[in-house]
């Protein structure tokens, strides 16, 4: 027992006697992600994102922005269930089955020719759906270069130019906008 306590005492006093380094970590920045924002040509079939936020601002000019562009309309369009649009406008697509009196099952379908598009007007928000790839990254790559910065990342990638919010849901392939409050 007496060699346990010395053997005891021995490490205690040489651990004392030792230095032992200490490390900060190092902070190394990392740039921040900037998202780049490359110059694009709207699209000669749709309605470009300029034109999409002149015609919410003021919607006494959207009829003639979308006869423009070969749109037909649709008034109170109720999608069963999911959503009311006081207009639809539609583009290379067909209606689906009309369910009750205003009420259709789905939103439009696209046709084979052409680039199928629409616009669902509904009071405070407008949304512009297509059904091709390259007509989507078209718009968003058009809404990057209109000034709006990415606010949130999510299901919608919301982007804000502080006055108008503008949501991309890729996996719809439409783009909603909606005044900031």
Do not use: W
Request: aromatic content about 10%; hydrophobic content about 35%.
């Amino acid at each position: 027992m007496l060699y346990a306590a010395v053997a005891a005492a021995t490490m205690m006093i040489a651990a004392c006697g030792t230095t032992q380094k200490t490390t900060t970590p190092t902070t190394t920045q990392q740039p921040a992600q900037v998202d780049t924002v490359a110059q694009v040509t709207p699209n000669s079939e749709l309605l470009s994102i300029r034109e999409l936020i002149d015609v919410f601002a003021d919607e006494a000019n959207a009829d003639d922005a979308m006869a423009k562009y070969g749109y037909k309309v649709k008034k109170n369009y109720e999608v069963f269930r999911v959503d009311k649009y006081d207009k639809m406008y539609y583009k290379n697509c067909r209606l689906p089955k009309i369910i009750t009196e205003g009420k259709y099952e789905d939103y439009p379908r696209a046709l084979r020719k052409g680039i199928s598009s629409y616009v669902a007007v509904q009071g405070s928000s407008m949304m512009l759906g297509v059904f091709n790839n390259n007509a989507y990254e078209n718009l968003v790559a058009q809404v990057k270069m209109n000034g709006f910065h990415l606010d949130m990342e999510g299901n919608e990638d919301i982007y804000t130019d502080g006055k108008y919010y503008i949501a991309c849901n890729k996996n719809y392939r439409t783009v909603r906008i909606q005044k900031v409050n």
